[in-house]
């Protein structure tokens, strides 16, 4: 896919060395949840037919909305698919198996350039400080420089996978310089443990499991390397057909995030909970990026092309788009509500 591909290294190799993973991919994520629980379903006044499906990441908006109370009351069916990451979120949204799905810009430029027929309907912003290049505790590798000859591993197309070219560019290196190994979040961990990898390129929640457990420090985090914004996108059908449940939904991810940036330690309590890790890595993970709701506007889309395009430059995507034509700006969000978010964050 790429016009300058750098080594790899075969998954089978890769996972040999790294003992048993979980394949993260479509069709078992869509046949076995990640939480292996049943989707919330929210039936007050559900009307026949009204269903929402929607593509969630590590239980992110979902344990949002439950701690918030805003899954109280809604007057449709609202079902969770969960999945380890933002790909296969998105890939679920391209075979329409879902109606919407949370996933990052990254991960949107190049789903979107190969033809997603989705649009941006909602957007938020956090710290690209919770994007990190980690290496393990005890390794001999302090700065970016001596990656030179080692094995990275991230998700293709990811917001890692940019974390890792851009890190080498401002340090004098290119990815011809290291051997980059795509293995989705699971596969990665195994490989970075057991020490098949030098370095794995991931964000928050993985970030913040190895730093609290002392299995892994931050060798470099996206502060002034890169954006990180996330979007919920819904497709095409579903914008025709489910407006008004997209338009609530939107809605309440919204308020369900500023209340999170005001009452972390009890959002944190139910999303560690339901993604199995402790209160101390879930606290950690929040604050490391803390998301806060903004308008689909004009400096949204900017940044998305300024992703696209980086993405264009390196070969990672073979199609150009222009962002402002996958961007739906007609689910907006209260004035108020945005004016909260901006004092909240």
């Not at 679920?92 to 991960?107: E, H, K, S, T, Y």
């Not at 073979?318 to 996958?326: G, S, V």
Request: with cysteine; charged share 20%.
């Amino acid at each position: 896919m790429t016009t300058h591909r750098p080594p790899t290294l075969s998954r089978r190799r890769l996972l040999s060395g790294a003992g048993k993973a979980a394949a993260g991919l479509l069709a078992p994520a869509l046949a076995a949840p990640l939480l292996s629980r049943p989707a919330f379903a929210a039936t007050s006044a559900t009307a026949a037919g009204d269903i929402l499906k929607v593509g969630d990441q590590r239980s992110t908006i979902r344990s949002l909305l439950e701690a918030s109370g805003q899954l109280k009351d809604i007057p449709y069916t609202l079902e969770f698919a969960d999945f380890p990451a933002a790909a296969p979120v998105l890939e679920a949204l391209n075979a329409g198996a879902i109606d919407a799905g949370f996933a990052g810009d990254a991960a949107h430029a190049f789903a979107l350039s190969n033809g997603l027929p989705a649009r941006i309907i909602s957007a938020a912003r956090s710290d690209p400080g919770c994007i990190g290049l980690l290496v393990r505790k005890d390794s001999p590798i302090r700065t970016v420089a001596d990656l030179k000859g080692r094995t990275i591993t991230a998700v293709r197309g990811s917001i890692g996978h940019y974390l890792v070219v851009a890190a080498l560019k401002v340090n004098g290196l290119s990815v011809n310089d290291v051997t980059l190994a795509f293995l989705q979040p699971t596969e990665a961990k195994s490989a970075f443990s057991s020490g098949t990898v030098d370095a794995w390129a991931i964000w928050t929640l993985y970030v913040a499991q190895e730093v609290v457990a002392g299995t892994g420090r931050v060798l470099v985090d996206g502060r002034g390397l890169l954006n990180n914004n996330a979007f919920i996108s819904a497709t095409d059908v579903a914008i025709a057909q489910k407006r008004a449940l997209l338009q609530d939904y939107v809605a309440r991810v919204a308020a369900a995030r500023i209340w999170a940036l005001g009452n972390v330690e009890q959002y944190a309590r139910i999303w560690g909970d339901l993604v199995k890790v402790t209160p101390e890595i879930a606290v950690a993970a929040f604050n490391l990026e803390r998301f806060r709701p903004v308008a689909v506007d004009d400096g949204i889309v900017a940044d998305l092309q300024t992703t696209a395009d980086f993405y264009t430059g390196i070969g990672v995507i073979q199609k150009p788009f222009t962002a402002a034509a996958h961007a739906d700006r007609s689910f907006a969000l209260d004035a108020g509500l945005l004016a909260q978010s901006a004092r909240a964050g």
